[in-house]
């Protein structure tokens, strides 16, 4: 179901300003309202990246994927291929066991892990995975009790209808807010990349959900016809990276463009992103057009463009009351730029950016802020490693 003419009563112009984020008092230099057509892609940084200190926490992991910090300074990390592991605080591993099975094959496999808000009293994790069908895979979600080295009382709470057969573009970054919802963020599965604009598909979208699974009552869609009430927001590719403000409360998130057009978006009840019609990214190998070009008006522009391409994965915010040196910081890992990307507003340029490197300039997957405020990174290697960062 294309629903154009349906939305445009519902299109809202994303006028804000970076003090609404929790980023500062200042304004971008842009706003979709202001100057419709006019965002532009970043300035490339044209100093090299400055090199960071890093201590480890755990290496020769097997292409990790996400990391969360669990009490008394333990961690969860996924491996792509289906494994999940729970490093002591002295670097022990245990393989935990009772995981959903998992489809690992090219960006497929076990993706993303967050813990409950109530961990401590629950033991409840989230897990978000490819998984598996008799036609292809599909994006789902998983919910289970952590108990020692098991899950249990295991539920998938969330799959996509759609699953097509291939290995690319599954997403998939979850986030609670402070209401509890939980986020799931899937991509356009990449030869499917026109549904990313249906909403009777789940796929490029991101998706809102009770705990359990269940579809909140007031989400944008629910009482459209034809459309997934459980849907969000849509148009988006291939989202990796998804964070809830800690001042703000407000949903974040990135996504990978095609060859350049990264875009980093504030993302709001039912709005249109506007991939496949819309993108500052190109056609691989030929440099084609896709689309009608930068901006459309009932479309949303993005906060923030990367071209060429960073291709983001993981999102991480510190607020303005961190005691960390970066606070009042967005920190994003680089896959193709092997950096540490960080973004801080500016009094009158929208967002200031600087690039750091590990030591060996590794693709970074993940980074989160750990239970005691530290910033970790995961590596996306053969033996990639799990590191905290010190400024």
Not at 101 to 130: C, E, H, R
Not at 204 to 226: A, C, E, L, Y
Request: net charge positive.
């Amino acid at each position: 179901m294309t629903v154009e003419p349906l939305l445009r009563s519902r299109r809202r112009g994303l006028v804000i300003g970076l003090g609404l984020l929790g980023l500062g008092a200042a304004r971008p230099s842009w706003t979709a309202a202001q100057a419709p057509g006019r965002v532009r892609p970043a300035d490339v940084p044209k100093d090299p990246p400055t090199p960071l200190r890093i201590r480890p926490l755990a290496q020769d992991l097997h292409h990790p994927w996400a990391v969360a910090s669990l009490p008394r300074g333990e961690y969860l990390v996924t491996e792509r291929r289906g494994q999940l592991l729970r490093l002591s605080v002295k670097g022990d591993r245990t393989v935990v066991s009772g995981l959903p099975m998992v489809y690992g094959q090219g960006q497929g496999g076990l993706l993303d892990v967050i813990v409950s808000p109530s961990f401590a009293k629950d033991q409840t994790l989230f897990l978000s995975y490819a998984e598996p069908s008799a036609r292809g895979a599909r994006t789902a979600v998983y919910r289970a009790e952590l108990q020692g080295s098991r899950l249990a009382n295991g539920q998938r709470i969330f799959a996509q209808a759609d699953d097509y057969g291939g290995g690319f573009h599954f997403g998939s970054r979850l986030a609670i807010d402070r209401a509890g919802y939980l986020f799931v963020t899937t991509g356009d599965r990449y030869h499917h990349r026109d549904l990313a604009q249906n909403l009777g598909s789940h796929l490029g979208k991101i998706i809102r959900i009770h705990s359990d699974g269940r579809t909140p009552v007031d989400n944008p869609f629910v009482n459209w016809p034809g459309a997934l009430g459980n849907i969000y927001s849509f148009g988006h590719r291939n989202l990796q990276g998804l964070a809830i403000h800690p001042d703000s409360g407000q949903l974040m998130a990135h996504e990978h463009g095609p060859q350049g057009g990264d875009e980093l978006n504030l993302v709001q009840a039912g709005q249109n992103f506007g991939w496949p019609v819309v993108t500052f990214g190109q056609e691989y190998g030929s440099g084609a057009p896709i689309g009608e070009g930068v901006h459309r008006s009932d479309m949303t522009d993005p906060l923030y463009v990367w071209v060429p391409s960073i291709a983001p994965s993981g999102l991480a915010i510190l607020g303005a009351s961190s005691q960390h040196p970066w606070a009042s910081s967005m920190l994003i890992g680089g896959l193709r730029a092997r950096c540490l990307v960080k973004l801080t507003a500016q009094p009158s340029a929208g967002f200031g950016e600087r690039r750091y490197a590990l030591p060996g300039s590794p693709r970074i997957r993940d980074v989160r802020i750990g239970s005691s405020g530290q910033v970790l990174v995961l590596t996306d290697e053969p033996a990639g490693g799990l590191f905290e960062v010190l400024v």
